[in-house]
């Protein structure tokens, strides 16, 4: 995976921002536990009756395939992603969006950098899980161009097919 800081400009409300991609590090990991716990805390209490567990987290962003960037506005992390890419298939282990900056166009960013990761990987499909209860979740990647494929208990895999590169 690449380890460079890629940095777009966005439209957040008719007002341009520069915002910076960068490789996760070690350092930025309170930052990211408290971001998902935030978002993420009564979604699975809702859906598996269970806490989530910081330990969930680290092992879906440090996994060994794992490559994870944050994103940036101005030094300050505001999301971050999480993806594997193996085998032809790029799989989203997590994606947030520090609340008070939700809808701002931070999530549309993070899924057109991992598509543009997943392309550069030659993936065939993006794959993702979100909990049956995460309603505002699954209306954005509906946006996005993903697709249920199957439910397995309280969650729905989601995919997005990729251009197909054996026809180049």
């Not at 520069?18 to 930052?31: G, N, S, V, Y």
């Not at 987290?57 to 999480?82: C, K, Q, T, W």
Request: net charge negative; with cysteine; hydrophobic share 40%.
């Amino acid at each position: 995976m690449p380890t460079n800081i890629f940095i777009i400009q966005i439209n957040m409300n008719i007002e341009m921002a520069e915002i910076l991609f960068r490789e996760m590090h070690r350092k930025d990991l309170p930052i990211l536990l408290m971001i998902s716990q935030e978002n993420m805390a009564s979604i699975i209490l809702s859906s598996w009756g269970v806490e989530l567990r910081d330990e969930e987290i680290l092992r879906a962003i440090l996994g060994p395939d794992a490559y994870s960037e944050v994103i940036e506005i101005d030094d300050e992390i505001v999301g971050y992603f999480s993806i594997d890419i193996l085998d032809g298939k790029a799989f989203i282990n997590a994606i947030q969006v520090k609340k008070g900056h939700q809808g701002e166009g931070y999530g549309t960013a993070m899924m057109e950098r991992i598509y543009v990761l997943a392309l550069s990987s030659r993936a065939k499909t993006i794959d993702l899980w979100v909990q049956l209860t995460n309603h505002s979740a699954m209306k954005f990647y509906r946006y996005c161009g993903y697709r249920t494929i199957s439910r397995q208990g309280n969650n729905y895999l989601m995919r997005k097919d990729l251009p197909n590169h054996d026809a180049e």
